[in-house]
């Protein structure tokens, strides 16, 4: 079994910081990219940030310059940092990883059960 626990969500005021963790745990071989997404009430789910085992990062455009990714490999842990937030930042997020199973080998995509960001204005 593979679990993506997310913490760190809350309610923040415009301009505001916050910094989510996502930890997997379970029989994990390696954990290849991992992505924070988000999904507004009446909107489709939307990627984040995203990065790879190397450290490659992908921002949305509505984010860049304000959310920072990182990852501790070791730990198979993911964060991602909120600066400046504005109340359309106002979703749940969710973690993503591909993660390769310790025993079959096999890569699978994982998501963890969404924390609830809320930036009030």
């Known amino acids: 079994q593979v679990q993506l626990v997310e913490s760190g969500g809350g309610l923040v005021q415009a301009g505001g910081s916050l910094r989510l963790s996502c930890a997997a745990s379970?029989?994990?071989?390696?954990?290849?990219?991992m992505g924070w997404y988000r999904q507004a009430p009446g909107k489709q789910r939307e990627l984040v940030a995203r990065?790879?085992?190397?450290?490659?990062?992908t921002y949305a455009d509505s984010v860049k310059g304000r959310f920072t990714i990182s990852r501790d490999n070791a730990k198979n842990t993911m964060y991602v940092q909120m600066n400046s937030l504005k109340p359309e930042d106002t979703a749940v997020y969710y973690c993503?990883?591909?993660?390769?199973?310790?025993?079959?080998?096999?890569?699978?995509?994982?998501w963890g059960q969404g924390t609830q960001v809320t930036v009030s204005s």
């Open positions: 379970g029989n994990i071989f390696s954990t290849n990219v």
């Open positions: 990065i790879t085992s190397g450290g490659t990062t």
């Open positions: 993503n990883a591909e993660i390769r199973r310790l025993f079959s080998g096999a890569t699978y995509s994982y």
